[in-house]
């Protein structure tokens, strides 16, 4: 490497002549002095606008950012410190961007979608005085903010920050040119990402030359799709703003749906387009065919930070024919870009779309190894000076000092460039053209191979639109992949044959899948982890869906699943509800899991983890929360079991109303065809076989006087039969009413009992009802299950086969006594009682006269769908927010609670189906765990802010659903009213079973329905079951309390409220509510 001072005398004269670079640009400018020079021009124009119509002048902007940067500095945040920014894509946060910029100190982009450990690291080695959250990634900040040691201050973007129209004064002038605007993060080889902090003079120099080449003018409008924390912004932000135009926003919810994208971009006069190559090239296939919008306004659209395709000129012209593409290309370490390039058209000679000329002020060497000057022709290292060079790693001095260097070609005694470690070279043409990464190398089969090479030889290929070269693990041995997206009639012994004369044999990849849609990262570039993913394991046939399957052993494994059922391309870190993911899609990925890896999973796992990754360390019990998965330990037959905390808990609460029925449950078969009673009962004897809580009876000890739970070997199935064919509907009903009333003698009976009605010869309702001392809503759904497959496996004439528990529930009560006295209890307890909160008011309904003194335990159940219309705005509203529906329905649940109760505080309880633990999946037994959330904060949050809260609070419950809820209210406030639930009043659960349409052979047709057993065991208690076609609810009442028509206006109302919170989810619900107290 070159170490004196030296010219660039040493360059061929071409490249000299390219890096003739300089221009003059006012050394004493910041970037807000740009902006604000273009506020005083133009103070009405709208410097923002959102796609809901909302528009924010020049003049209200700059008087916005004023006003915050006086809340910052009001908070200790002055020049030189680092202000980390947690916030949605709207106009606040484009106004705390400037404050921060006006108080001299320089902002940090954190991405809601990254781990918090992920957010803490890069705040770590940073001097930040301050964290400044958007409303809705509030709970997100604060958990970002305790991991970060001295960081105290968490900043809510919020109301006391609004522009209330008077003047501000203007502070005296904080940053100076050489002081940092921004840093921003950028991987790192290490797995601890590289924070690069980038100075004012670099913006402005970029803005100037970009505003100036381009002509961006107060008439444009530019649509902004990047994240924040993906440089790109940085432009969208200062450039538009700097040169009078608009900038459009779109919330975050939105910027992850393509087709979002493309409405606006029709939508609105968008006159630029900055962003990734696979983002438009994602959106432009959404675009057609559409109507609306003039698609003559689009005149530029900006490509870089990925290689540019050769299609993408004639796809984009094909769409919007006035538009210009614009290649550019720059490191994170170089602001933004250092060079570009203006497709006017394709030269078909060209392999790919040239990298370009440098940019104002910016100097690009290609060197050979030795530092020296690269000839035109020859292939280099890329290293880049002049003004846009970063100050460096902010967080990694050594690094530093190895990738920005001294500039012996500057004429500043103290520049600095940047090495790349791109391969580039200069053509006679006198541009730039990219090769590949340096460091994209990889040993295969004992060859050191740049899998750039292979990339750059598959694109210059007839029909290949983009390449990229992965290696993947193979059975023996590690493989060259091939990643193509191009012409259709592409075919992989096409590809092959067309390599083979440009690469040595070790050099042509041994797979090769084809992709209509290239998997995107969160910054819009192509996903190179998640194609490597989608090749994983051989997986060649991921071109024709004929990939072999094998066990399910890594996120590898799951990304490939994932890909086959949704008909796309999912990496390991796509999320379901982004890669098009619905509540039937769920149904297909749960069913095809397990049909294809005997690996069993809910929804509400699949939504809760989102990604193959997280689904396939959940599942794979990498990550369940309870310390190291449980040795079983099979009880002996005889042996003494102590019972659950769970049946404990039941048993005290019968002991307070002996004969109750509200622990019983009913669910009714309806089965048209023939149906055999004997083998019927036949088949109810290998249910109960195989399921040792069903020959289980419960005892008091007599020596100790403790209650245990003895398994017997007997089979006793207690089924009855009533032929009522000469009866109406009313008898029948009357009959299951009655049935479900059954008060069961658990020291001498079974927990489980049968009643068959024949109604005709071909018309027969099976009553199944349990106790639930041996049974929850999920054991429920499994005898269902197994009593169906033992009929029909009996009438094909075939032995029962409903396979065997590696657990029974007497070997997880043993395992549990002996858990609830561990450390992972004790933090789990902890967990439940921040949930829970200081004890609340308890609820008080509009007819509480009626309460009696002790809470009866009678009720009735109103079983209903959802509206079709209603379910379909509550997914779309889910999947607009990445929530589950659920989430959307118990948050709109706690609404309508505090609405009614007229209760700022309400506690709303829930039911955990703790199945996590392996081997349980299909035991039957009473798991199920209650818990409880405190919706004290209700009335300060928006609904979708309320909704995020509620999904992050449900996949903490997940990881917290062990522990019995009697170890956690032990912690609580004791209370001596017998009138109510002393923790809660109501509660909202989910039932979401993967079928409950159960198959009783040919001929035969099954309906499955939940009457009331005429119990209650709260207020008001509210079951939801996703079904194939809707949702269904069951609001179960207290008969004291509510009538029917009570339940009934109380379900039309919930729904009323469902509607009107989805249509204005970003409206503060405390102002609905005065609206409604009112």
Sequence with gaps: MTTGRSSLDEFPLLVQQQNATDRPVDPDLVITDLVDAAALRHPDQPALRTSDGVAVTYRELRNQSKRMAAWLRAAGVGRGDAVAVLADH??????????????????????????????????AALPVAALVVSPVYQELGEEIAQAVTGLDQVLIIGESTEDTGGTVTEPPAAALPTDLLYAITTSGSTGTPKVVGVRHSSVVNLVHWFNERHGVSPGDLLLQVTAYTFDLSVYDIFGVLAAGACLLLLPDRRLAEPDAIAGALLAHPVTLWNSAPSMLMSVLPLVHGRTGGDRRNLRRVF????????????????????????????????????????VSEVDPRWPSVPYGHPISNVRCYVLREDGTPCDVGEQGELYVGGACVAAGYLNDPELTAERFLPDPWSPELDGRMYR?????????????????????????????????EIEYAARSLPGVDEAFAVVVDGQRNREL???????????????????????????????????????????????????????????????????AIGPLSDAAEMARLWTRVLGRAVGVHDHFLEAGGTSLVAMQLIGAMHKDYGVRVSTESLYRAGTP?????????????????????????????????????????????????????????????????????????????????????????VADGVEEQRVRQDVVVALDVLDLTADDATTTAQVVRRAGRHVFDLAVEPGIRWLLVREAADRHILVQVEHHFVHDGWSMWVLLQDTATAYRQLTAGEPVDLGSDRVSYADYTRWQQEWSHSEQAERQVEHWLREIGPPAEPLHWPFEERRPPVFPHQGDTCDIRLPAELDALVHEFANSVRATPFAVLMAAYAVLVGEVCRNDTPVIGGGLRNRRLPGIDRTVGMFVNTCAFSYASWRSRTFTELVRSTTSRLAAAMDHQEVPFPLITQNLPTSRDRSRNP????????????????????????EVSFPSNGGAKFDLDVIVLPEPDGTRMLWRYSTPLFTAADAEDLVARYFALVADLVAAPDARLGARFEQVAS
Excluded at 90 to 97: G, L, V
């Design 90 to 123: 709207e106009p606040r946060t484009i106004a705390a961007i400037l404050a921060v910029a006006r108080c001299g100190a320089f902002y940090v982009p954190l991405d809601s979608r990254w781990p918090t450990s992920r957010g803490a690291g890069v705040l």
């Design 420 to 452: 790349t470690g791109d391969r580039v070279r200069w053509t006679a043409d006198g541009w730039m053209e990219f090769l590949g990464r340096l460091d994209n190398q990889a040993k295969v089969a004992g060859y050191r191979i740049e899998l750039g």
């Design 481 to 547: 992949g091939l990643v193509v997206r191009g012409d259709a009639r592409l075919t992989e012994a096409g590809i092959r044959a067309g390599l083979v004369g440009e690469l040595p044999s070790y050099m042509l990849p041994s797979v090769v899948a084809f992709l209509e849609h290239v998997p995107l990262t969160a910054s819009g570039k192509a996903d190179r982890a998640a194609l490597g993913a989608l090749l994983a394991r051989g997986s060649s046939g991921l071109a024709d869906g004929d990939a």
């Design 983 to 1006: 923790v809660f009043q109501t509660s909202i659960s989910m039932n979401d079973w993967p079928d409950t349409c159960m198959d009783y052979g040919p001929g035969t047709t099954v």
């Design 303 to 342: 490509l870089s930070g990925d290689w540019v395709p050769l299609s993408a000129h004639g796809a984009l012209a094909g769409e919007f024919p006035e538009a210009t593409l614009v290649a550019l290309g720059g490191p994170t370490e170089t602001t933004v870009w250092t060079n570009d390039f203006v």
């Design 613 to 701: 990754s997280a689904l396939a360390a959940e599942v794979l019990g990498l990550t369940n929360g309870h310390g190291t998965d449980p040795s079983w330990q099979q009880t002996a037959a005889g042996a003494r079991v102590p019972l659950s905390v769970q049946q404990q808990v039941i048993l005290f609460l019968e002991t307070l109303a002996p004969g109750t029925v509200g622990y019983n449950s009913i669910a009714q078969v309806r089965v048209g065809g023939p149906l055999d009673p004997d083998r019927l009962r036949a088949a109810l004897g290998a249910v109960v076989a195989r399921h040792p809580v069903l020959r289980t009876r419960f005892v008091e000890n």
